[in-house]
């Protein structure tokens, strides 16, 4: 029996399916992009504080949700083609719909244990196909089903049903922007999960019901497609493999923004869902009926946003943080414009739409991919970043590959500025007093880029020598690095120290030779507020610290002291420990135990009151891992502590005050609190010791009596405001109370 035949004796849904019209398909399409994007920031919520806070987190778990796009892309064209009548189609979507039910409330399993430091990655990617995949799949399916259902409800527009893409990718935006504003401040996550459950459910209803609509409104026959655009070649692999190139540049583009933006900030919804939000409205605007910005205008700007983002990029110069975060938005947008509005005008009639959209998110995954998973192999530093800005101007319709006329010219300044910063670099070196001159070098390879946009190659080449300036400016390139999972650690030799880089930030340095080789430096120097802790806790017992660093405090250890280290990253646990590299460990403490892991999580397994005193210092560059700093982390640690132990936690951060943070965790428990911001001497060695600032807490009023005459050290009271906890965090308003400071 056909959709033809049952839709001949209730003729009625015929007409009710005309006073509809298209708002059935598009109130589904909306309300399954919402879904889509309202748990991509809820899992990486769920999971980033058992992986250390990681901005890696965030990018696995979106290679992870490509992935599952993919499968629910591959799952609807298999659909639509081999099963011919609409109404089989729903049936199959709706067993479908049921099984992926069955994971449902979302929560994380528990059945691969906690995650293992040495494979993160697979951890996670394991727990999200258990956890997550299953419904995650079965609605990201809807949008190309509801368009094919669309393209046979025989309604006048039903040969050209793209134009629901654009309400599409609106709920995903509106979804995006409502976890970080409205879900994430307003209920646990328990609740996030229970609203997500209810909003499955309704999404089956409407999706079986717009399933029926296009099933009796014309048959479910497909709509006779549409002629061919002239530039098309149908079924051409070269075809095919432009899609998936269109679709690979922006996706990758979106995790190296992303993950250059949250790096030195914080991994936090509020920082992935900008980038996100900026590539969803690439789609809407060029899927849209009529594209409010054509191909031609953002390919212009393009060259223009490109060399903005690599004048931002560290070290040569430092923007404001807002600035930088809008100029690397901005280049995302325009390259993500470019490749999308290539896409959708050689997008092909409706009887390939499936495929389309199946290319199109194979292209997105492996863009993902790239980023996530092969690039921390390959580059031992973010390089990929940059490669993709050169892959962009690459992917413009300018009128010509090469270069010809004055674009010569240009082409052979970019490289001799280039092959200028590889020599000033050889010969002078890369100190403060060569900033200028790297400057100067770098803004003519950048104009280089602008003089050359009628060409394709010609920026692109430009482009790669703006950031080889930039690298060869660098004056912590060189040494040793190894990117991993929580980020890229390097070693350098710089005025007599080794120096142990996380990101932008040192992470410990230690004298080569001299009698200061034991001497712990920088944050950890004894003049330093660390230090003067250290010095001040002497008595017998065990001391615990939450991370490692170069293992600089080691050399504090006094007669009857054991020492602890919490440490998630393999990385920095294998230079620290390595006596060729850092020798603070195996000289003054060789019996120290490390513990890979996250180190709430890990010290979660020590014994209660066991430590005389516990040490807080787990940021990664400035990025900081916020579950770390919330109420109930602080019972934690307390509860670790000795009846007269002192808990110190190191909270110097360029973007954020974090002091304030702690102090009301003090006040909402009741614990006694001391502040200092230790400022290092001016011209002081900028190793021997550095800036920083530090609260201690205790249990007791008497446990910090020691502090008590040191004026060096303040009582340190909560202002009131509201503490964080692990459903409720403020780094906008440490942001900002960090600009008035």
Request: charged letters at 15%; a negative charge.
């Amino acid at each position: 029996m056909s959709d033809q035949s049952l839709a001949g004796a209730p003729a009625g849904m015929g007409g009710l399916a005309g006073r509809l019209g298209a708002s059935p398909y598009v109130a589904t399409v909306f309300l399954s992009a919402s879904l889509v994007f309202l748990v991509q920031p809820m899992f990486a919520k769920m999971a980033t504080p058992l992986l250390g806070g990681s901005p890696s987190v965030w990018n696995v778990s979106l290679v992870c949700f490509q992935a599952a796009l993919l499968l629910g892309y591959a799952y609807a064209h298999a659909l639509v083609r081999f099963v011919a009548e609409t109404r089989a189609q729903v049936a199959v979507h709706a067993a479908a719909l049921a099984l992926g039910a069955l994971v449902l409330p979302l929560g994380l399993t528990g059945a691969l244990g906690d995650p293992d430091p040495s494979r993160p990655t697979l951890w996670l990617i394991g727990v999200f196909a258990l956890s997550i995949a299953p419904p995650f799949a079965v609605i990201s399916a809807t949008a190309p089903l509801i368009q094919a259902w669309y393209a046979r409800s025989g309604r006048p527009d039903a040969a050209d049903p793209y134009h629901l893409y654009g309400a599409s990718n609106i709920g995903s935006l509106l979804g995006l922007a409502a976890y970080p504003l409205v879900l994430e401040p307003l209920a646990p996550l328990a609740g996030q999960s229970f609203a997500w459950t209810l909003g499955y459910g309704l999404l089956a209803l409407m999706l079986l019901g717009s399933g029926a609509l296009a099933a009796f409104g014309n048959g479910g026959q497909a709509a006779a497609p549409a002629a061919p655009k002239a530039s098309a070649t149908a079924g051409a692999w070269t075809e095919r493999l432009r899609w998936m190139a269109l679709a690979f540049i922006p996706s990758s583009l979106l995790v190296g923004a992303t993950t250059h933006i949250s790096t030195d900030v914080a991994s936090a919804p509020f920082l992935w869902a900008p980038p996100l939000m900026v590539f969803l409205t690439t789609f809407i605007i060029v899927f849209a009926k009529r594209p409010p910005i054509s191909l031609a205008m953002s390919s212009r700007f393009l060259p223009l946003a490109v060399g903005a983002a690599l004048l931002a990029l560290p070290p040569l110069t430092q923007f404001p943080l807002v600035l930088d975060f809008a100029i690397h938005l901005v280049a995302l947008f325009l390259a993500a414009l470019v490749c999308h509005g290539a896409l959708a005008e050689s997008r092909p009639e409706a009887g390939r739409l499936t495929e389309f959209y199946l290319l199109m998110s194979l292209g997105g995954v492996l863009g993902g991919a790239f980023n996530a998973l092969l690039a921390p192999v390959l580059f031992n530093s973010i390089l990929e970043y940059p490669l993709l800005l050169a892959a962009a101007l690459l992917a413009r319709p300018a009128p010509r590959w090469g270069w010809a006329g004055s674009e010569r010219v240009w082409v052979s300044v970019a490289l001799a500025a280039l092959a200028g910063a590889i020599g000033l670099r050889v010969l002078a070196g890369a100190g403060d007093d060569m900033v200028f001159a790297f400057r100067l070098i770098l803004a003519l390879a950048v104009v280089a880029i602008l003089f050359t946009k009628d060409s394709r190659i010609a920026p692109a080449l430009g482009a790669l020598a703006a950031w080889g300036v930039g690298a060869a400016a660098n004056p912590t390139s060189g040494g040793e690095a190894e990117r991993g999972f929580f980020g890229v650690v390097k070693l350098i030799e710089r005025d007599g120290y080794r120096v142990m880089m996380h990101g932008t930030t040192i992470h410990g340095a230690q004298a080569l030779e001299g009698e200061q080789v034991l001497r712990p430096t920088t944050y950890y120097a004894p003049e330093a507020a660390i230090g003067q802790v250290f010095e001040a806790v002497k008595e017998p017992g065990e001391i615990g610290v939450v991370g490692l660093g170069a293992g600089s405090v080691a050399c504090y250890r006094q007669t009857g002291q054991r020492h602890t280290y919490y440490e998630i990253d393999p990385i920095v646990a294998r230079a620290a420990a390595d006596p060729a590299l850092f020798t603070y460990l195996s000289e003054c403490a060789p019996d120290a135990e490390i513990v890979l892991g996250d180190g709430r999580l890990t010290l979660a397994d020590a014994p209660q009151g066991v430590y005389r005193l516990l040490l807080i210092d787990a940021f990664s560059s400035d990025s900081i891992p916020a579950h770390l700093l919330t109420r109930e982390a602080f019972e934690l640690y307390l509860s670790r502590l000795t009846d007269d132990g002192v808990l110190a936690v190191h909270v110097s951060n360029r973007h954020m005050a974090l002091a304030p943070v702690v102090a009301r965790i003090a006040g909402e428990l009741g614990a006694p609190a001391m502040y200092q911001f230790y400022q290092m001497d001016a011209g002081a060695d900028r190793f021997y010791a550095q800036s920083s600032e530090v609260v201690i807490l205790a249990k007791s009023e008497a446990a910090l009596q020691r502090f008590a005459g040191d004026p060096r050290w303040a009582a340190f009271e909560s202002d009131g405001g509201r503490p964080w906890t692990d459903d409720y965090s403020n780094l906008i308003g440490a942001i900002l109370e960090k600009r008035r400071d």
